[in-house]
T-cell receptor, first 112, second 115 residues
């Protein structure tokens, strides 16, 4: 059973701080890694994708991937109250067709 | 990014009735669409992969006779929940694949409440 694990939180950080979200996955053959943001009652919105080891930066967001440790993280710099949401880690691979497995998500609260 | 729409956004129905949910790709063609279900505070669970012009592929444990999927055209996939029961109440979300491996664009979701 392929799994994606996340701490459910809630993770609470003050406005302007760095929020660090972590995710581990079980399938070593995974090839693609995503972070989605989901506001309450809404569908997920893609914010970052990463495919190779190392860091990938996009604005205030940095995704980090370590395939040897089967670990992917998301850093949010200068956190804003509008960043308060559930962040879903998703891991994709090819097993008889492209499949994406989602973690249960980490709830983030950014306090003003 | 690509735009995927869903209709209706919210539906309340009586137990035993059937409900149809539409998923459309608005500015691109999608030969494949994915249907997910999400219960409160849980992750997205893939129910099935819809394939234009052929049968859908269902995930283990998903009843194909209860959740009917039709991918009638390159821009439309439908999910029909037949003989709905209260335990089918959930958030149903469709998605279409993007150009990059495993990238997906999600529709806004449909909140189904079965009384």
């Amino acid at each position: 059973q392929k799994e994606v694990e996340q701490n459910s939180g809630p993770l609470s950080v003050p406005e302007g701080a760095i929020a660090s979200l972590n995710c581990t996955y079980s399938d070593r053959g995974s090839q693609s890694f995503f972070w989605y943001r989901q506001y309450s009652g809404k569908s997920p919105e893609l914010i970052m994708s990463i495919y190779s080891n190392g860091d990938k930066e996009d604005g205030r967001f940095t995704a980090q991937l370590n395939k040897a440790s089967q670990y992917v993280s998301l850093l949010i710099r200068d956190s804003q109250p509008s960043d308060s949401a559930t962040y879903l880690c998703a891991v994709g691979g090819y097993t008889g067709g492209f499949k994406t497995i989602f973690g249960a998500g980490t709830r983030l609260f950014v306090k003003a | 990014g690509a735009v995927v729409s869903q209709h209706p956004s919210r539906v309340i129905c009586k137990s035993g009735t059937s409900v149809k949910i539409e998923c459309r790709s608005l500015d691109f063609q999608a030969t494949t669409m994915f249907w997910y279900r999400q219960f409160p505070k849980q992750s997205l669970m893939l129910m099935a992969t819809s394939n234009e012009g052929s049968k859908a592929t269902y995930e283990q444990g998903v009843e194909k006779d209860k959740f009917l999927i039709n991918h009638a055209s390159l821009t439309l996939s439908t999910l029909t929940v037949t003989s709905a029961h209260p335990e089918d109440s959930s958030f149903y979300i469709c998605s279409a694949p993007g150009l990059a491996d495993n990238e997906q664009f999600f529709g806004p979701g449909t909140r189904l409440t079965v009384l």
